[in-house]
Each structure stands twice: as C-alpha cells, then as structure tokens.
C-alpha cells in the first residue's frame, strides 16, 4: 500500500504561484510514477503533470506547460507541485496520485483526497 497526502492548496489571485505537496509513504517500491491530477466541479478529472520515481522524467498536459513543474524530494518522499502564473481556470481539486504510467489517470492506483486550489480573476 502507498499513502498520499496532499498539502499547499488555497485562494490566489490569477497570475500568482502555489506550491503543492505531496508526501508519499509506505510501500515506495509500488511508486513507479507519481502525477498530479484535477478536477473541476461539473468537469471530468484531468492530468496535470507526473514524474517517474526511477529515471525522474516528467509529463505535462499542454494546459500547464511552462508554467507549472513537478519535481521530487527523495530525502522527504514529497512531489511538489510548483504553479506560477495561474489562471482562473485552473481551480479545482488537485489529486496526487502514484503507481500509474505518465498521464494516463486511469492506471494509477493509489489516490490521496486532494486539496482546493481556487484562482480568483
């Protein structure tokens, strides 16, 4: 089993940055890939980025490209979430997620609850 919990999410203007956490404990070996997802209220879930926990290379939706970066802390077992230049659009809850392949929401098995991010216009 591998636990997430993620932390950071909050209100924020448009063009201002957020950092989000994700700790990630237990079975580490089950990681495989960690990724950031999204959903909106009345919208379908969306990928948001990911990072392999092996090779550290990294996916993102075109919608976040250059302006937000995932990265990883081995030290802490933590994948941030870095996003500047945020829009109103991208309000939502913000999941992180591991076990899965690049983008793809539906192979990842392991789920945190997710924390609020709300971008004001």
């Known amino acids: 089993q591998v636990q997430l919990v993620e932390s950071g999410g909050g209100l924020v203007q448009a063009g201002g940055s957020l950092r989000l956490s994700c700790a990630v404990s237990?079975?580490?070996?089950?990681?495989?890939?960690v990724g950031w997802f999204r959903q909106a209220p009345g919208k379908e879930r969306e990928s948001v980025a990911a990072?392999?926990?092996?090779?550290?290379?990294?996916a993102y939706a075109d919608s976040v490209k250059g302006r937000f970066t995932i990265s990883r802390d081995d030290a802490k077992n933590t994948v941030y979430l870095q996003m500047n230049s945020l829009k109103p659009e991208d309000t939502a809850v913000y999941y992180c997620?591991?076990?899965?392949?690049?983008?793809?929401?539906?192979?990842?098995?392991?789920w945190g609850r997710g924390t609020q991010v709300t971008v004001s216009s």
């Open positions: 990072v392999s926990w092996s090779t550290r290379s990294t």
């Open positions: 997620a591991a076990g899965g392949y690049g983008l793809r929401a539906q192979t990842y098995a392991y």
């Open positions: 237990g079975r580490t070996s089950s990681t495989n890939n």
